[in-house]
């Protein structure tokens, strides 16, 4: 069993809640627009992480984080990308690669919305786990964490870290 700790939209924002809540999980998944080079490393520090580059970010960030990232956890086939769109509408190119080769479980960001849901027709659980950062329109700061056992994905916490401005 793993303990995964989700979040994206930092744009270079620390908050020491993030150790608090991360530092229980196995590892860090963090879907773009990280804004520095240091808060990978602090987030680093907790916990080994997964990171994928956001359009915000700059060149140090894209050189050491890919666009996507095909991974398995446990028995659980995911992939990890900062613009997804969402169920429905997802964003262009993301539908046929979502098709082509199916994750049980879909990760991005970019929104700045929270937003789990069931994708009936391409049997996946989507998550954006909204923006734990400051910059952007989003209201409250939030972070996502679950559970991979085997096949299973489980116990999954919203976590508000508080208002955004």
Same mark, same amino acid.
């Given at each position: 069993?793993k ?5 994206? %939209?930092?744009h270079? +924002?620390?908050?020491?809640r993030?150790?608090? +809540?991360f530092?229980?999980? %196995?590892?860090?998944w963090?879907?773009?627009?990280i804004?520095s080079?240091?808060?990978?490393n602090?987030?680093?520090?907790? &916990?080994?992480?997964?990171a994928v ?5 700059g060149y140090p960030? &894209? ?8 991974? $398995?956890?446990?028995?659980?086939y995911?992939? *990890?990308?900062h613009i ?6 997802y ?7 979502? *098709? ?12 700045h919305? *929270? /937003?789990?849901q +069931?994708d009936?027709?391409?049997?996946? *659980? +989507?998550v954006n786990?909204?923006?734990?950062? /400051?910059q952007?329109?989003?209201?409250? &700061?939030?972070l996502?964490?679950?559970?991979? %056992? /085997?096949a $299973?994905i ?11 401005g």
């Amino acid at each position: 069993m793993k303990k995964i700790g989700i979040l994206s %939209d930092t744009h270079g +924002y620390w908050d020491d809640r993030y150790a608090q +809540y991360f530092s229980a999980c %196995d590892e860090i998944w963090h879907a773009g627009d990280i804004g520095s080079l240091e808060l990978l490393n602090r987030l680093e520090a907790i &916990r080994p992480v997964r990171a994928v580059h956001g359009n915000a970010d700059g060149y140090p960030i &894209r050189l050491s984080c890919p666009k996507d990232l095909l991974f $398995n956890v446990e028995e659980v086939y995911v992939r *990890l990308t900062h613009i997804g769109g969402y169920p429905g509408h997802y964003a262009p190119g993301v539908r046929r690669e979502l *098709l082509a080769d199916p994750p049980q479980l879909f990760v991005c960001g970019h929104s700045h919305i *929270l /937003k789990v849901q +069931y994708d009936q027709n391409l049997k996946l *659980l +989507y998550v954006n786990p909204g923006a734990a950062g /400051k910059q952007g329109f989003h209201q409250v &700061r939030t972070l996502i964490r679950l559970q991979i %056992d /085997k096949a $299973n994905i489980s116990d999954l916490e919203v976590i508000e870290l508080g208002i955004s401005g």
